[in-house]
T-cell receptor, first 111, second 114 residues
Framework: EPEVTQTPSHQVTQMGQEVILRCVPI?????FYWYRQILGQKVEFLVS????????KSEIFDDQFSVERPDGSNFTLKIRSTKLEDSAMYFC?????????FGPGTRLTVL | AQSVTQPDIHITVSEGASLELRCNYS??????LFWYVQSPGQGLQLLLK??????LVQGIKGFEAEFKRSQSSFNLRKPSVHWSDAAEYFC????????????FGGGTRVLVKP
């Protein structure tokens, strides 16, 4: 059964550094998403992406975040200058329609 | 604004016993409702979804959920729990159109006693 994959599974970075989290969505899905879950808190929506454009974003998704589909398979989330409060589990998801399918997540630790 | 409440943070159930997880939502229009399960170290796996029609929906792993509009609820049930059902369960609501965000509840952690 096709799955969403994410790399790396764990990323440790220093505050102020740039990180890129990578996702490979399910191949015939057209809609892509990023969510995050800070330890002990709810899963929060960050952004959705369709047809090479952001279709919806939350107030969390400020100018330090960006998303890109650099080729036909990858979907990336870039955080330009990480802050301590960016430490969280980041989930990628994809969907053919309304039901979203999630990857295993990348745990980002900012020191 | 849409929101989801899962009143139970932890539930402990004996293996073979029934399980019910509560979910209440707030949404201005007809909601699209989902239950996801997260096992340790795993991603969020879709258990079932409700879009319209029959208010009792069947999902994978023997789970079912019932949509009750009058109570703004979408409770998840399983008649007989297996040890492998120990996990965290998340209820989510969405607008329904592809590309729209999901809003998640805080999750319910299920522990299964032998």
């Amino acid at each position: 059964e096709p799955e969403v994959t994410q790399t790396p599974s764990h990323q440790v970075t220093q505050m102020g550094q740039e990180v890129i989290l990578r996702c490979v969505p399910i191949s015939n899905h057209l809609y892509f998403y990023w969510y995050r879950q800070i330890l002990g808190q709810k899963v929060e929506f960050l952004v959705s992406f369709y047809n090479n454009e952001i279709s919806e974003k939350s107030e969390i998704f400020d100018d330090q975040f960006s998303v890109e589909r650099p080729d036909g398979s990858n979907f990336t989330l870039k955080i330009r200058s990480t802050k301590l409060e960016d430490s969280a589990m980041y989930f990628c998801a994809s969907s053919p329609q309304a039901a979203q399918f999630f990857g295993p997540g990348t745990r980002l630790t900012v020191l | 604004a849409q929101s989801v409440t899962q009143p139970d943070i932890h539930i402990t159930v004996s293996e073979g016993a029934s399980l019910e997880l509560r979910c209440n939502y707030s949404y201005g229009a007809t909601p699209y409702l989902f239950w996801y399960v997260q096992s340790p170290g795993q991603g969020l796996q879709l258990l079932l979804k409700y879009f319209s029609g029959d208010t009792l929906v069947q999902g994978i792993k023997g789970f079912e959920a019932e949509f009750k509009r009058s109570q703004s609820s979408f409770n998840l049930r399983k008649p007989s729990v297996h040890w492998s059902d120990a996990a965290e369960y998340f209820c989510a609501v969405g607008a329904g159109a592809a590309g729209n965000k999901l809003t998640f509840g805080g999750g319910t952690r299920v522990l299964v006693k032998p």
